[in-house]
T-cell receptor, first 115, second 113 residues
Framework: GAVVSQHPSWVICKSGTSVKIECRSLDFQATTMFWYRQFPKQSLMLMATSNEGSKATYEQGVEKDKFLINHASLTLSTLTVTSAHPEDSSFYIC???????????FGSGTQLSVL | GDSVTQMEGPVTLSEEAFLTINCTYTATGYPSLFWYVQYPGEGLQLLLKATKADDKGSNKGFEATYRKETTSFHLEKGSVQVSDSAVYFCALTGGGSNYKLTFGKGTLLTVNP
């Protein structure tokens, strides 16, 4: 089946630095990708919808200037957490849609820890 | 807005035990309902789905029935295996979108031999 690769799987960074997370669709073209965040013991929450070649659509309450999303090609979307703070520590997951069969495929997630 | 509530974990069972993970939802209109599973170190995978009331989704021995009257989509399996140990997420899409998923918190299942 279709595979979505997400890197890195975990990252530790200092407060104030920026972290980039990549999401790649390996064997299909994804015009739409999604970014989710999960805090411990909380639901997986949709942060934004990434559209290839256009601006991302952010969910209410998500700061677009803090969570920069770039979907420059049909196989790659990136999420950059800018000026990270400890409260940004969370589990981030991406998914990509395969329009032909309306399925979503998920990356394995990135655990971000901000010190 | 839409929301999904699933039972708190973790759930620990012995092999061959019966499994139920409860899931209820709140949504406008007629959502599609899903169960996703995440095995250790892997991405979420679609386990089963149901798109309308009274539909039963099934896969790998797991079943869930779309109950509109009780707004529920409980996951069941008659005899679990050690390999079923994973985190299970109940989810829905609504409003005509096939992609924008609303998830529950996830339930960690551990099956002991």
């Amino acid at each position: 089946g279709a595979v979505v690769s997400q890197h890195p799987s975990w990252v530790i960074c200092k407060s104030g630095t920026s972290v980039k997370i990549e999401c790649r669709s390996l064997d299909f073209q994804a015009t739409t990708m999604f970014w989710y965040r999960q805090f411990p013991k909380q639901s997986l929450m949709l942060m934004a919808t990434s559209n290839e070649g256009s601006k991302a659509t952010y969910e209410q309450g998500v700061e677009k200037d803090k969570f920069l999303i770039n979907h420059a090609s049909l196989t790659l979307s990136t999420l950059t957490v800018t000026s990270a703070h400890p409260e940004d520590s969370s589990f981030y997951i991406c998914s990509a849609g395969q329009p032909t069969n309306e399925k979503l495929f998920f990356g394995s997630g990135t655990q971000l820890s901000v010190l | 807005g839409d929301s999904v509530t699933q039972m708190e974990g973790p759930v620990t069972l012995s092999e061959e035990a019966f499994l139920t993970i409860n899931c209820t939802y709140t949504a406008t209109g007629y959502p599609s309902l899903f169960w996703y599973v995440q095995y250790p170190g892997e991405g979420l995978q679609l386990l089963l789905k149901a798109t309308k009331a009274d539909d039963k989704g099934s896969n790998k021995g797991f079943e869930a029935t779309y109950r509109k009257e009780t707004t529920s989509f409980h996951l069941e399996k008659g005899s679990v295996q050690v390999s079923d140990s994973a985190v299970y997420f109940c989810a829905l899409t609504g409003g005509g979108s096939n992609y924008k998923l609303t998830f529950g918190k996830g339930t960690l299942l551990t099956v002991n031999p």
